[in-house]
C-alpha cells in the first residue's frame, strides 16, 4: 500500500472545508444550481434518476482495510447499505442526500480517501492492473508511476478544464487486465533492446458513442520522460481537442481527425520545448515514491503445500473456486485471490455493508490488509498464502463471495442502467441478473470457457460494451426498450471493437439470444480450447447471425 | 426512455406533470398546483400544453427547493389514478426494478 503523506491529507481536509462550504451556500440559495453543478461534479456528486450519486476515487484500484470498513461505514450511516465498484476501479453510493455529503466525505478524509477528479473534464482516476505489484507476468511494478502521475494531474491548474475528460491507464504486464487499449492515453511499460524499461504510449483510444482503439505513438518513452510527454499530449489535445461539440471532444476524435502521425509530430513539438524541464523526473523522485509504498513482509513459503493438495482432492467445490479465482503470485506459497462480486441473480459490482467489512477483516487476516479493485468489478485479496487458501474459501463463502465465475460467461461488466442513471436509455442489471440465472451451471460455465459480457444502458458505454466478447448496448425505440449484440469484442492486448450481430431485440429477448449465441459458439468451436472470441475472429458474425435471426 | 434533456425538445402531448428532483436529497418530486413540490404523483398537478410550459416556467423559478424540473408523460387510469407514462418515470417513481442489495434498501 501507498501511504499519503501530510501533504496529501491536508489537501483532502482543506477540499471537504470547501465543498462543506459550497453545499452550505448551495442549500441556502446563495448559489445556483448553474453555478453548483461544476462544483459538485468537482467532487464526485452526480444527480441521478432518484438521488444524488457519489463516486468515490479509488487511486490505481488499490484500497486498504481501514478504507473498505470506512466506506461500509458509509454504506450504513449515509447511503442504503451498499456500494457500486465501477469498470474505472472507483466505487459509487447511489442514494447520499446532498445535506450529508459533506460528512461523508469527511468521514472518507480521515482513512485518506475523497471523490475529486471523479467527475468533471479533468483528468480522472489513474487505473492500472489489479494485480499490480504481485502478477507473476509484470516487469515492475506500475502503481509507482500510477501515483507519480496521480500526483501530477491532482488540482493541476493548467488541466483543470480540458475540453473532456481524461482518462489514463497502466499496465506493466504481457497481458493487459487494465484495458489500456481503450483508455485516451494507455501506458505499456516495456523493455527496448537494451534491456530498458520505458513506456509504450498510447493515445486516442475510447468506448462511447465513437470507439477507437488507442494507437502507439510512441514505441518507446524512457522512464524519466513520462511527465513530461504525458504533459505534451495533454497540452496538444487542450489546445486543439473541439470544444464546440461535445459528442467530439474527446482525444480520440483529434487523433483520428489528425492522424496519428500529426497528432504524434505535435506531440514531438510541444515535447522539445520541455522535455529537459521541471517535470524531467530525478530517480530520487521516484525513489520517494516507491518508498512510500510498503511490500508485504512475505513469508518463506513453499509453493503447493500438501495440505492444499489434499483439500483440493477432498472438495470438488473448493478445487473449482481454486481452479477459477486463484492466480499465481510471484512469490513462491502465495496466490493471488480474486473475489467475485456477481453472485448468481445479483447486480455486478455490488458489495453490502456486511460483504465490505467481511473483505477487510479477510484482508487483514490473510493478505496484509490490502485489497484491490479491478475494472471487471471484482475485488482481489493480492496477497495470499497458498496454505490459507481453503481457510479463506470457506469464509467467502459464508459471504457470498466465492462464485467461481470469475472470467467466466457468469462474470458480467454492467453499469448502472437505467435503473439509476439519468444518461441511460435501457436497463442494464436487469438484463445481466436474467444472463446470471441462465448461465448459473458452473460445469456449464466452465465448459463453455472465458467470455466475457458486457452491457451498457447508453451509448457512453460505461459497461464498457464495444469491447465485451458479447456486448450489449441498451438503446430507446419508440419508448421501448431494445439491445444492440455485437461480438467478438476485447479489451485486454489484442483489444478490438466487436461487430454488430444484427438488428437489435427486445428486453425480454436479450437472454434467449445470448443463450443461442453461446449455444452456436460450443457448436462451432474446433476444440474446446478455442475461445469463445477465437471462433469469432476465425468464422466472422455471419454463422451467429444466421442462427440467432433463423429462430425469429 | 429519452433522457429529460431529450425529452424537453419533444412536443408536449396528452397529460402530463412538471418533476424535478428535491434539493436537499435528491429526492423525486412533483409540482403542485399550489406552486409546492409533492413525492406523491397524486397530488401533483396534471396539465396539458400550453398549461404545461406555464408549469414548467414557473417551477423553474424555483430554483433552491428543486432542481431540473421538465414535463413528463402521465398516464390516467381508468379509476383516474395518475401513473407515470414512460418506464423511466416508473422507475423514478418507485425505484430500480430489481431487489436492491443489502439490508437497508426500504
Known amino acids: 500500500m501507498y501511504r499519503y503523506d501530510e501533504f496529501d491529507q491536508t489537501l483532502v481536509n482543506q477540499r471537504v472545508s470547501e465543498f462543506r462550504d459550497q453545499v452550505s451556500r448551495r442549500l441556502s440559495g446563495e448559489l445556483t444550481e448553474d453555478e453548483f453543478k461544476i462544483l459538485r461534479l468537482m467532487n464526485g456528486v452526480y444527480l441521478q434518476l432518484h438521488a444524488y450519486m457519489l463516486r468515490i476515487a479509488i487511486p490505481y484500484g488499490a484500497l486498504s482495510s481501514d478504507q473498505m470498513r470506512t466506506l461500509a461505514h458509509v454504506a450504513r450511516r449515509y447511503d442504503r447499505g451498499y456500494g457500486h465498484f465501477t469498470t474505472r476501479q472507483n466505487l459509487q453510493f447511489n442514494w447520499i442526500k446532498l445535506e450529508e455529503m459533506p460528512d461523508t466525505l469527511a468521514d472518507l478524509a480521515k482513512v485518506g480517501m475523497h471523490a475529486m477528479q471523479t467527475s468533471g473534464n479533468c483528468v480522472r482516476n489513474i487505473t492500472t492492473d489489479q494485480w499490480a505489484g504481485v502478477a507473476a507476468d509484470e516487469i515492475e511494478d506500475p502503481r509507482i508511476w500510477a501515483e507519480v502521475l496521480r500526483q501530477y494531474s491532482t488540482m493541476h491548474p493548467e488541466f483543470t478544464f480540458l475540453p473532456r475528460k481524461f482518462k489514463i491507464a497502466i499496465t506493466a504486464a504481457g497481458h493487459d487486465r487494465a484495458a489500456v487499449k481503450v483508455h485516451d492515453v494507455g501506458l505499456r511499460m516495456v523493455r527496448n533492446n537494451a534491456g530498458e524499461v520505458g513506456f509504450e504510449v498510447l493515445v486516442g483510444g475510447g468506448l462511447g458513442r465513437t470507439p477507437f482503439i488507442g494507437k502507439v505513438i510512441k514505441p518507446f518513452l524512457p522512464k524519466r520522460d513520462i511527465l513530461t510527454y504525458v504533459e505534451a499530449v495533454l497540452r496538444v489535445y487542450n489546445q486543439y481537442g473541439r470544444r464546440d461539440n461535445i459528442y467530439k471532444a474527446r482525444i480520440k476524435i483529434l487523433v483520428h481527425e489528425l492522424g496519428a502521425e500529426k497528432f504524434a509530430a505535435e506531440v514531438e513539438k510541444e515535447w522539445a520545448e520541455i522535455k529537459d524541464g521541471a517535470l524531467a523526473l530525478d530517480p530520487e523522485v521516484v525513489a520517494d515514491v516507491a518508498a512510500r509504498f510498503i511490500y508485504p513482509d512475505y513469508a518463506p513459503l513453499e509453493d503447493n503445500p500438501p495440505a492444499l493438495a489434499r483439500a483440493r482432492k477432498e472438495d470438488p467445490a473448493f478445487a473449482a473456486w481454486l481452479d477459477n479465482s486463484v492466480a499465481n503470485h510471484k512469490r513462491p506459497g502465495y496466490a493471488i485471490v480474486t473475489i467475485s462480486l456477481k453472485p448468481i441473480g445479483a447486480p455486478p459490482g455490488d458489495a453490502t455493508a456486511e460483504q465490505m467489512d467481511a473483505v477487510a477483516d479477510l484482508a487483514d487476516r490473510y493478505s496484509f490488509g490490502e485489497i484491490r479493485v479491478g475494472h471487471e468489478q471484482n475485488l482481489v485479496l493480492p496477497h495470499v498464502a497458498q496454505k490459507d487458501l481453503l481457510e479463506l474459501w470457506q469464509k467467502l463463502e459464508a459471504h457470498e463471495l466465492a462464485t467461481p465465475n470469475v472470467n467466466l460467461v457468469s462474470d458480467i461488466i454492467a453499469c448502472p442502467g437505467l435503473d439509476y442513471c439519468s444518461l441511460a436509455n435501457a436497463r442494464s442489471i436487469p438484463v445481466a441478473q436474467e444472463l446470471t440465472e441462465r448461465f448459473r451451471d458452473h460445469a456449464l460455465a466452465r465448459t463453455i470457457g472465458r467470455l466475457h459480457i458486457n452491457i451498457s444502458g447508453c451509448i457512453n458505454a460505461c459497461g464498457h460494451h464495444h469491447v465485451g466478447h458479447i456486448g450489449i448496448l441498451g438503446v430507446e425505440k419508440n419508448g421501448e426498450e431494445f439491445y444492440q449484440i455485437t461480438l467478438g469484442g476485447r479489451a485486454d492486448e489484442h483489444a478490438k471493437i466487436g461487430t454488430l450481430l444484427g438488428p437489435a431485440v427486445r428486453y425480454g429477448e436479450v437472454a434467449d439470444v445470448v443463450e443461442d449465441v453461446v449455444a452456436a459458439y460450443v457448436e462451432l468451436r474446433t476444440r474446446p480450447e478455442e475461445l469463445f472470441v477465437d471462433t469469432v475472429k476465425r468464422i466472422g458474425v455471419e454463422p451467429f447471425k444466421e442462427r440467432v435471426y433463423a429462430a425469429r | ?106
Open chain 2, 1 to 106: 426512455m429519452t433522457s429529460p434533456h431529450e425529452q424537453k425538445k419533444r412536443k408536449v402531448n396528452g397529460s402530463v406533470v412538471v418533476t424535478a428532483n428535491r434539493l436537499g436529497d435528491g429526492a423525486v418530486v412533483y409540482r403542485t398546483v399550489n406552486d409546492d413540490w409533492t413525492t406523491d404523483l397524486a397530488s401533483a398537478a396534471v396539465v396539458a400544453a400550453p398549461a404545461a410550459a406555464i408549469l414548467l416556467q414557473r417551477a423553474e423559478a424555483d430554483g433552491v427547493r428543486a432542481v431540473g424540473p421538465y414535463i413528463a408523460p402521465v398516464e390516467l387510469a381508468a379509476d383516474n389514478r395518475v401513473l407515470p407514462g414512460n418506464l423511466r418515470e416508473r422507475i423514478r417513481l418507485a425505484g430500480p426494478t430489481f431487489t436492491l442489495p443489502g439490508a437497508l434498501s426500504a
